[in-house]
């Protein structure tokens, strides 16, 4: 029978190489798997050091966000309002949210708890949202929409439709109802619960991306600390235990095994990378037979689940540009919650370049029964390209021409065509590559039966 090494042990040096290339490759697969929590603790580091921290703490974009807040594949074309909730710190915490949102409350591993407004319990009419931290035994009262979370720490994602202006959206109204929020813990009398705080997070340069450097393990190791046992699997933890990281314990890598986490670091973003721009063989991240455009969920649930695995692959890319993910945005619900169909290809099947000249036709009536929306990302991480522009986005509250038929084109490129009107035009930065995404609020049946697809983006020159 054959023997490892010919029976025999390994020379030293020999050893040592397998086990760090060992240790390299379990440090690539933490990057992939844990990379949805460092996802998120990026933006409430980034918040938190701008606005302060507490559940009393709400910032809301109130001018609409823009390419200033560095932060994963981020709208303009709704208010935002973001904070993140502390359940070791403040134990059960009620959430009053008002009608009207959309929304979700998600762990921090961005793993839904629920929806909130018309795909949620409260349909849009608002109510009381109560929030248990993990293991909680204590008396539970009813009354409220109670969710248990497998994590302490908690992302509360509300979002609120501006209303119509004179030819382009107005923010004042979905601010006035984000505005409404309330968030108090179970247990503190009334008269000692902090009065809610809504900064305006609108013009401001904040960095809530997520870590590129070392910290990105140090900030892993601060979260395995916090978190229940209970929240990371077993076979996770000793994925994670094999490169220093063990609960409780500290976390002080020799320089071999650091060597080993740097390269990790460097190369696992682009593994990711290059997986998205390879494409899947079964081609089920398609939502057409015969378009460009994808589905962020490849085909699967919110979670990332096929019939029978765990897509690990699409979702590692899907927080390597973008945050946040619930039911209301992958299932087929007609005249709520929402699809993102996106596309870094053109017509052609050439990926979108920033010094080109694009044009997207939408055909007449898109079956957005709130609204509709077309953005410009960066390919690596999801943020809005940075131009004078500001807001590299449109969206239907704007008086777009409409050709003879009905449709609309939206043109991409580093300078305004003379043939578009400046509404129908989002700029790009020449020699970067870039996403195109499409929002669809309240979406209608022609998008499921597919009698009503968007065109390709073509390129004009």
Known sequence: MRQINGGNWFPQQEAESLRAELVYQRAVHAYVTMLPALNVIGMRDGSEAEFGSGYHVLPIWKDRMDSRTWVPTPNADVIYAMSYL?????????????????????????????????????????????????????????????????????????????????????????????????????????????????????????????????????????????????????????????????????????????????????????????????????????????????????????????????????????????????????????????????TYHDADGEFLRGSGTYKLRLPPEPPAGLFWATTAYNVTDGTMPETDQLLPSTNSYYDIPKNADGSIEIWFGPRRPEEAVPAAFIQTVPGRDFIVALRLYGTGLAFYDQTWRPDDIVRVR
């Open 86 to 342: 502390d359940l070791k710190e403040t134990g059960p915490l009620v959430v009053n949210a008002p009608p009207n949102v959309i929304g979700m409350f998600t762990d921090f591993f961005q793993r839904t708890i629920t929806d909130v407004g018309a795909i949620g319990p409260d349909r849009a009419r608002g109510g009381l949202y109560l929030l248990l931290p993990p293991g909680y035994d204590g008396h539970v009262p009813g009354g409220y929409y109670t969710f248990t979370s497998s994590t302490y720490n908690v992302f509360l994602f509300f979002r609120t439709l501006m209303g119509q202006g004179d030819g382009a959206p107005e923010p004042a109204a979905g601010v006035a109802v984000a505005e409404r929020t309330r968030v108090f813990p179970l247990w503190t009398p009334e008269k000692s619960a902090k009065l809610m705080e809504f900064p305006n997070a609108s013009g401001r340069r904040i960095d809530m991306m997520y870590p590129t450097d070392f910290s990105f393990w140090t900030k892993l190791k601060e979260f395995v600390d916090y978190e229940p046992v209970s929240a990371i699997d077993p076979e996770l933890r000793g994925v994670l235990a094999s490169i220093g990281i063990i609960k409780g314990e500290p976390f002080d890598p020799p320089e071999w095994l650091r060597v080993q986490l740097d390269r990790a670091l460097a190369d696992a973003p682009r593994m990711i990378l290059a997986t998205s721009q390879l494409g899947r063989d079964d081609q089920r991240n398609l939502y057409y037979d015969d378009r460009r455009w994808q589905v962020a969920w490849a085909g699967g649930t919110a979670e990332w689940m096929q019939q029978s695995y765990l897509d690990v692959n699409t979702r590692a890319r899907f927080f390597q540009y973008a945050y946040s993910s619930a039911p209301a945005m992958n299932i087929h619900s007609t005249g709520a919650g929402s699809k993102y169909p996106f």
